[in-house]
């Protein structure tokens, strides 16, 4: 598996009413990075996990933990940190 890094961009909300005039100005999408291992890559989205274990205990599976799903229309950048 790839160690990437990836950038991206996610929705975000304000919770509770404000002033409208506050809420135009912080429209932005938020600019995101999360690191993990590449665990798969498909058409519309891709799936790091960014803990692992398990690889040095013998005949026991890999475990991982954190994972998530980023819709590759989102991704910005991707860069390999480490190919394993």
Do not use: F
């Not at 990836?6 to 005039?21: C, F, K, M, S």
């Not at 506050?22 to 989205?45: A, D, I, M, Q, T």
């Amino acid at each position: 598996m790839k160690l990437v890094l990836i950038e991206w961009v996610d929705a975000h909300t304000t919770g509770g009413w404000n002033d409208l005039d506050e809420l135009e100005e912080s429209c932005e999408p938020l600019h995101c990075r999360s690191v993990g291992w590449l665990l798969c890559k498909k058409n519309n989205y891709v799936v790091v996990v960014p803990h692992m274990s398990g690889e040095k205990n013998g005949d026991i599976k890999i475990n991982g933990r954190g994972h998530l799903a980023i819709p590759t229309k989102t991704i910005q950048k991707m860069t390999v940190l480490r190919n394993k």
